[in-house]
């Protein structure tokens, strides 16, 4: 009897795919980056991303059946990221997936991206709780109350900049290479995070919605006015820079579960693979009493294990999708 899930992952510049068993064990995750392939020109080009799931959708498909040890008989069903993301990439896993449930006659499920993120920090669980979610990656940064699964309620999002796209533009104005988040969190440790006194945007505002254009404007100005060649310098505008930006992540996400009175915090996205980050949601979760589920390191990024996770959750409440179904670069998560 079929007893997995194949996931497939193509949003963006990686090709992933992910067997799960239908109680949400990854048995496999596969995941071909993009990213020396993208650096040269300081951010992800679409026709080069699609191009490059072409190549690997097929190999990256095989050897995630190899190294669960099934094969497509063993596949319940098949499940691909519908959006949000880069249309050109989008349809490169989702017509591999569509295809394949065509050819065994088995369900198809779209996944929404950021759903996959969302129930990511509890891949270990059998359930769902509810509970308050952070969602914080170079796209999206999204505060929202988690009833369960397919029940999420917007509280607040960012008016501009995405957190990680800010990352990713201030190290770009400091000559850091691309990816920009993971190099800014490296250089920080070594810096003085009060060095220079960047805003907390809108952490004043009687609101969950964030902001980081301005922040990001503040280091703009500031650049011409200080000479950046000394690596203590450098450092300290990276961990000035960062710590603005998880002040301002944890104080909303902890006044959001003090008004709902949730108990439990969700943090997900691939900036939740930041040291500080993980540090401060540790601390204050811990000093206030609640419970914080982190995302592992590995499921942070882009990946099909969380689209794979989502997806057995769809599959036990029934929701399946039409082979027509197409894909939604702009996909809400509230759809």
């Known amino acids: 009897m079929p007893s997995c899930i194949l996931a497939l992952e193509t949003s963006c510049d990686e090709t992933a795919a992910s067997v799960l068993t239908l109680e949400g064990q990854v048995l496999s995750s596969e995941v071909v980056s993009q990213i020396e392939v993208h650096r040269v020109y300081g951010g992800v080009v679409p026709e080069l991303a699609s191009r490059n799931h072409i190549q690997h959708m097929r190999i990256i498909c095989e050897q995630a059946l190899d190294n669960a040890g099934v094969t497509l008989p063993d596949i319940a069903a098949f499940a691909a990221t519908s959006g949000p993301?880069?249309?050109?990439?989008?349809?490169?896993?989702?017509?591999?997936?569509?295809?394949?449930?065509?050819?065994?006659?088995?369900?198809?499920?779209?996944?929404?991206?950021?759903?996959?993120?969302?129930?990511?920090?509890?891949?270990?669980?059998?359930?769902?709780?509810?509970?308050?979610?952070?969602?914080?990656?170079?796209?999206?940064?999204?505060?929202?109350?988690?009833?369960?699964?397919?029940?999420?309620?917007?509280?607040?999002?960012?008016?501009?900049?995405?957190?990680?796209?800010?990352?990713?533009?201030?190290?770009?104005?400091?000559?850091?290479?691309?990816?920009?988040?993971?190099?800014?969190?490296?250089?920080?440790?070594?810096?003085?995070?009060?060095?220079?006194?960047?805003?907390?945007?809108?952490?004043?505002?009687?609101?969950?919605?964030?902001?980081?254009?301005?922040?990001?404007?503040?280091?703009?100005?500031?650049?011409?006015?200080?000479?950046?060649?000394?690596?203590?310098?450098?450092?300290?505008?990276?961990?000035?820079?960062?710590?603005?930006?998880?002040?301002?992540?944890?104080?909303?996400?902890?006044?959001?579960?003090?008004?709902?009175?949730?108990?439990?915090?969700?943090?997900?996205?691939?900036?939740s693979c930041n040291h500080r980050l993980r540090e401060l949601f540790t601390e204050r979760c811990f000093s206030e009493g609640f419970t914080l589920r982190l995302t592992q390191p590995q499921y942070s990024t882009d990946n099909a294990a969380m689209i794979g996770f989502a997806a057995v959750q769809r599959f036990k409440i029934g929701h399946y999708s039409p082979l027509e179904a197409d894909v939604d670069p702009n996909l809400s998560l509230l759809s």
């Open 85 to 271: 993301g880069l249309v050109s990439s989008l349809l490169i896993g989702s017509t591999m997936a569509k295809a394949l449930a065509l050819a065994e006659n088995k369900p198809f499920l779209a996944i929404n991206h950021l759903e996959g993120h969302l129930l990511s920090p509890f891949m270990d669980d059998a359930i769902i709780p509810p509970h308050v979610a952070l969602i914080v990656s170079g796209g999206h940064t999204m505060l929202l109350h988690v009833h369960g699964v397919a029940n999420y309620k917007l509280l607040g999002q960012s008016r501009d900049d995405a957190a990680g796209e800010a990352f990713d533009k201030v190290a770009k104005m400091l000559g850091l290479p691309y990816p920009g988040g993971p190099e800014i969190d490296q250089r920080a440790r070594s810096g003085k995070r009060n060095a220079f006194p960047f805003p907390r945007s809108m952490m004043e505002s009687d609101n969950y919605e964030f902001s980081f254009s301005g922040l990001k404007t503040a280091v703009l100005y500031l650049l011409p006015k200080i000479d950046i060649a000394p690596e203590t310098t450098l450092n300290d505008v990276c961990a000035s820079f960062q710590e603005a930006v998880m002040d301002v992540l944890v104080e909303k996400t902890i006044s959001a579960a003090k008004a709902t009175g949730e108990r439990i915090i969700g943090i997900s996205g691939g900036v």
